[in-house]
């Protein structure tokens, strides 16, 4: 089973600042299959990246994913008031395993 | 608009069974995979099981695999979760989700709002 640490668990940042949010796996990650997703309180987990670097549909383009193998990275390249909120990662190449999370807060 | 509306949630005593239900609609059921996903509240998201749109490809983690079994009724645009023995870490918010294709292997484009268990005497 692929285990992912996310890191830092909490990001503290103002409204305007950049973001970046780190994902590294206990082995290689097949085919890029690593997504992210954003789950606010009291609502469901939402798809923002899928491939590494694919958005999903409907995804501002602040949002970004990038890296291969076992290291990836999420950037938000200005937080917006609505993107504070707890980020995972996930890979999907059976078992699927998703991250711990990174809390992005208000500074 | 797609949706997923799971159901079946409740509170059950150590060693019973329960079932979960999630029905869909505003896409075509049968071209997609599903997936059930629980989260302790709180904490963290963990996958559960997962089908193609088929069924033909199953998956659990090892956390409930021999104990819970997935299904679908695609007639019925319906995704399930029978569990059986249930235990105290058991309990959680159970979310169906779909996959982004027909493929297993592809992260989840919609979730349902959740069916919380509670596993307690």
């Known amino acids: 089973e692929i285990v992912l640490t996310q890191s830092p668990g909490t990001l503290s940042l103002s409204p305007g600042e950049r973001a970046t949010l780190s994902c590294r796996a206990s082995q290689s990650v097949s085919s890029n299959y690593l997504a992210w997703y954003q789950q606010k309180p009291g609502q469901a987990p939402r798809l923002l990246i899928y491939?590494?670097?694919s958005r999903a549909t409907g995804i501002p383009d602040r949002f970004s994913g990038s890296g291969s193998g076992t290291d990836f990275t999420l950037t938000i390249s200005r937080l917006e008031p609505e993107d504070f909120a707890v980020y995972y990662c996930q890979q999907y190449a059976s078992p699927w395993t998703f991250g711990q999370g990174t809390k992005v807060e208000i500074k | 608009e797609v949706q997923l509306v799971e159901s079946g949630g409740g509170l059950v005593q150590p060693g019973r069974s329960l079932r979960l239900s999630c029905v869909a609609s505003g896409f075509a059921f049968d071209d997609f995979a599903m997936h059930w996903v629980r989260q302790v509240p709180g904490k963290g998201l963990e996958w559960v099981s997962g089908?193609?749109?088929?069924?033909?490809?199953?998956a659990y983690a090892d956390s409930v695999k021999g104990r819970f079994t997935i299904s679908r009724d695609n007639a019925k645009n319906s995704l399930y979760l029978q569990m059986n023995s249930l235990r105290p870490e058991d309990t959680a918010l159970y979310y169906c989700?779909?996959?982004?294709?027909?493929?297993?292997?592809?992260?989840?484009?919609?979730w349902g709002q959740g069916t919380l268990v509670t596993v307690s005497s």
């Open positions: 089908i193609t749109w088929n069924s033909g490809n199953i």
């Open positions: 989700g779909r996959g982004r294709t027909y493929s297993v292997y592809d992260p989840f484009d919609y």
């Open positions: 491939g590494a670097s």
